[in-house]
């Protein structure tokens, strides 16, 4: 139970990546902590200047109290050539989201500046982003705890582990011949076997760069790991992670962000689209706020969703790309495409959305379930096909638009027919199709997830149990 006693406050210095698809989470879990440790917690989210209008528009979705529950600071971005002054987040680096990401995880360049910061703000306890592994280091030399907190789950946790574990045994240091045909099956889950294709692995387990490793060290360093997730959605996967000690403490604390407005504030145009469309009937597409996707892609995506002959609501963030010519007269009022920002929880939550066809990106998995929407899987880059498997073989919720060939490398990957397109949305969203059982078994754990965030749930334990055990070092460190 949070301490209620008069006492300092408990100061804690949050620090995301620099991607709007960390930094949402990340003042979500600063909110959180405010509520969860009332008069107790005093969180700070840490960004880069150009950073600070995301952490605004993440703290408006909680409401106008949340500004004053939660403060920003600033520490400079580093300097990368080639990078246009005040680019700071992947997710507005278009073409050159590569050079802020190979700059994030360079120690030599990011770790002074927030290093400073460290130091100067004197917090009680920081909160890292996974990547930022050289904090944990900082805060034991300060004598605090350091929290990681991973935007994935224990299942993506996992089977990254078991990956990793899989490429070191393979030993050679490069990327086996042939690895279109390759996969690497893994066993030992609460699940039959895992298996991922070489094409489909996170980056740098296929050149081998190694660069998990000092992430890996860290975590074991860290006080404990926060993962956005609940324990009931991943219960084995959360039960195996702390039985094989992957985190000194564990906290599964999602869905953190806020409920949807009601419907009477709507605003957005193409929410009251969405009530003019039959329940269940439309499908909402989106890929993200950084992987890059071709025009020709974009080009067989728009036909496919013509040719589905389903409704569509699709979130277009490829600047200057416009549909084949006639598409719109075609399409008409049975689709609407919305240009760069789309309030996708909100979204999600319209009785019309029958299908959410994603890239599985963490967040974006989380609010579909939390909103009860089962999922067409179209994975990209990172860990997302990892987060696929953990839609579609693991909660069966979703399907695969494509089985044919994909990769995480952008000149490897192959264009999805219109036709394959078009069969994958139609066949899903038919009455009686792998659709509607998704979607019960969806709804069964939006359920679960709203349990889960009410008072006495898990996740509304364990976020009091971090503040908790914050408070309790504290005193500790005291003595």
Known sequence: MVSSEPSEKLRILLMPFFVTSHIGPFTDLAVGLAVAGAGVVDPTIAVTPANVAVVRSALDRHGPEACSLVKIATYPFPRVDGLAPGVENLSAAGIDAWRIDAAAVDEALTRPAQEALIRERRSDAVVTDVHFFWNSAVAAE????????????????????????????????????????????????????????????????????????????????????????????????????????????????????????????????????????PSCSVVYVCFGTYAAVSADQLRELALGLEASGKPFLWAVRADGWAPPEGWEELVGDRGMLVRGWAPQTTILAQPAVGAFLTHCGASSVLEAVAAGVPMLTWPLVFDQFIGERLVTEVLGIG?????????????????????????????????????????????????????????GGSSYCDLRRLVDDLVEAKIRGRE
């Open 142 to 277: 300060l004598g605090v705890p350091c929290v990681a907190f991973s935007g994935i789950g224990p299942f993506t946790a996992l089977t990254m582990g078991r990956l990793t574990d899989a490429v070191v045994a393979n030993g050679d240091g490069s990327e086996p011949e042939s690895s279109q045909s390759q996969e690497v099956v893994l066993r030992g889950f609460p699940w039959p076997e895992i298996r991922i294709p070489v094409t489909e692995m996170p980056e740098f387990l296929r050149c081998r760069s190694g660069e998990l490793n000092p992430c890996v060290e860290a975590l074991g360093r860290c006080f404990g790991q926060v993962m956005n997730t609940f324990f009931e959605l991943e219960r084995p996967f959360c039960e195996l992670l702390v039985r094989e000690g992957r985190a000194k403490r564990a906290y599964f604390v999602a869905p953190l962000y806020p409920p949807p407005p009601p419907p009477a504030g709507v605003k957005e145009p193409c929410i009251g689209w969405l009530g003019s469309k």
């Open 399 to 455: 399907e695969r638009v494509w089985d044919g060939p994909r990769s995480t490398r952008y000149e490897e990957r192959e264009v999805v027919p219109a036709e394959a397109v078009a069969r994958a949305v139609a066949r899903f969203l038919e009455p009686g199709g792998a659709g509607e059982a998704g979607r019960g078994r969806a709804r069964e754990l939006a359920a679960k997830a709203r349990a889960a965030v009410a008072e």
